[in-house]
């Protein structure tokens, strides 16, 4: 026998008689693709990192500093921008604001959007469907004007419950859209196996379709949210004073003159992170949400 290894099949014999598998290399195809593949996701994950990675070192720099190219990356971080963000200009109650507009629009939205599209679903309402749809497709900005003639007639611009409604009217038919095609998704023999068992149809989506709809409800209710908390368009011509958001409140920030880089950057930062942190650790439902109706047949 020769001292060179000998091929067997898939496998290889030593000259001691010993048998070994053989490493197959992969063909240059598909670790071409491979390597493709984990470019093109590097470049999209610095593509999404880099905005956030400079908005924060920015709002640890003094305005100096974000003007001077050589300080772009050694620099010395302060505080200053935070406190003054924080403390002098009353932050705390613009994330008050925020949060409470986002937080009842949201709510409201899930209690009329749910049981709206779980009848769309279930009855086939298709011109109804259709109504929501158009109204996903409206640009906001074209109902500012008519809003705001209405809601002024009616001493209404500048409190709470303006905002909250012209935010339901983008949330409900974001939420009536994303839940009736979870509705779609679920088998319709799940009701009525409990009817059979005695509940009514209302008992059968209390008890049945309802618990099993959670991710759903997720979902659509933290894609409200979402866009409640970061809506500027709707609070910049309908808050007041004292209903101020954030997204308005950094506006403060932009001058006629000049414009404070570093604290505007300190309140944007403070509006992004709450909503990355609710993104993290909600994922989960995001994606079981987004990804319901996809394996409908």
Same mark, same amino acid.
């Given at each position: 026998?020769?001292?060179?290894?000998?091929?067997?099949?898939?496998?290889?014999?030593?000259?001691?008689?010993?048998?070994?598998?053989?490493r197959r290399r992969k063909p240059l195809s598909v670790r071409a693709y491979k390597w493709?593949?984990?470019? #093109?996701?590097?470049?999209? /994950? !610095?593509? =999404?990192?880099?905005?956030?990675?400079?908005?924060? +070192?920015? @709002?640890?720099? $003094?305005?100096?500093?974000?003007?001077?190219?050589?300080?772009?990356?050694?620099?010395?971080?302060?505080?200053?921008?935070?406190?003054?963000?924080?403390?002098?200009?009353?932050?705390?109650?613009?994330?008050?604001?925020?949060?409470?507009? #986002?937080?009842?629009?949201? /709510? !409201?939205? =899930?209690?009329?959007?749910?049981?709206?599209?779980? +009848?769309? @679903?279930?009855? $086939?309402?298709?011109?109804?469907?259709?109504?929501?749809?158009?109204?996903?497709?409206?640009?906001?900005?074209?109902?500012?004007?008519?809003?705001?003639?209405?809601?002024?007639?009616?001493?209404?611009?500048?409190?709470?419950?303006?905002?909250?409604?012209?935010?339901?009217?983008?949330? =409900?038919?974001?939420?009536?859209?994303?839940?009736?095609?979870?509705?779609?998704?679920?088998?319709?023999?799940?009701?009525?196996?409990?009817?059979?068992?005695?509940?009514?149809?209302?008992?059968?989506?209390?008890?049945?379709?309802?618990?099993?709809?959670?991710?759903?409800?997720?979902?659509?209710?933290?894609?409200?949210?979402?866009?409640?908390?970061?809506?500027?368009?709707?609070?910049?011509?309908?808050?007041?004073?004292?209903?101020?958001?954030?997204?308005?409140?950094?506006?403060?920030?932009?001058?006629?003159?000049?414009?404070?880089?570093?604290?505007?950057?300190?309140?944007?930062?403070?509006?992004?992170?709450?909503?990355?942190?609710?993104?993290?650790?909600?994922?989960?439902?995001?994606?079981?949400?987004?990804?319901?109706?996809?394996?409908?047949?």
């Amino acid at each position: 026998m020769s001292k060179s290894l000998l091929s067997a099949g898939s496998t290889q014999v030593d000259p001691h008689g010993t048998a070994r598998p053989v490493r197959r290399r992969k063909p240059l195809s598909v670790r071409a693709y491979k390597w493709f593949r984990v470019g #093109a996701l590097t470049v999209v /994950v !610095l593509a =999404l990192l880099a905005p956030l990675a400079w908005l924060f +070192a920015s @709002s640890l720099k $003094t305005n100096v500093d974000i003007y001077d190219a050589t300080k772009t990356i050694v620099f010395t971080p302060t505080l200053e921008n935070y406190v003054n963000v924080i403390t002098r200009n009353n932050y705390f109650v613009y994330i008050f604001n925020s949060f409470w507009v #986002a937080f009842v629009s949201t /709510v !409201l939205s =899930l209690v009329l959007g749910v049981p709206a599209a779980y +009848a769309m @679903s279930r009855f $086939t309402m298709q011109r109804s469907a259709l109504v929501v749809l158009m109204a996903r497709v409206i640009p906001g900005i074209s109902l500012l004007v008519p809003w705001y003639y209405v809601f002024s007639n009616m001493r209404m611009v500048g409190g709470f419950t303006v905002l909250i409604l012209s935010h339901m009217f983008v949330a =409900l038919p974001l939420i009536v859209y994303i839940m009736m095609s979870y509705f779609d998704s679920m088998p319709l023999e799940l009701e009525e196996s409990a009817q059979v068992d005695g509940l009514t149809p209302i008992g059968a989506f209390q008890k049945i379709t309802l618990p099993l709809s959670v991710g759903g409800m997720a979902t659509a209710g933290i894609l409200a949210f979402i866009f409640s908390w970061n809506n500027f368009m709707f609070a910049l011509v309908l808050s007041g004073a004292h209903t101020k958001t954030l997204p308005v409140a950094i506006f403060d920030f932009v001058s006629y003159a000049s414009i404070d880089w570093g604290g505007l950057m300190a309140a944007a930062t403070v509006v992004t992170v709450p909503i990355m942190v609710i993104a993290l650790f909600t994922q989960k439902y995001i994606v079981s949400g987004m990804t319901a109706g996809a394996t409908k047949g």
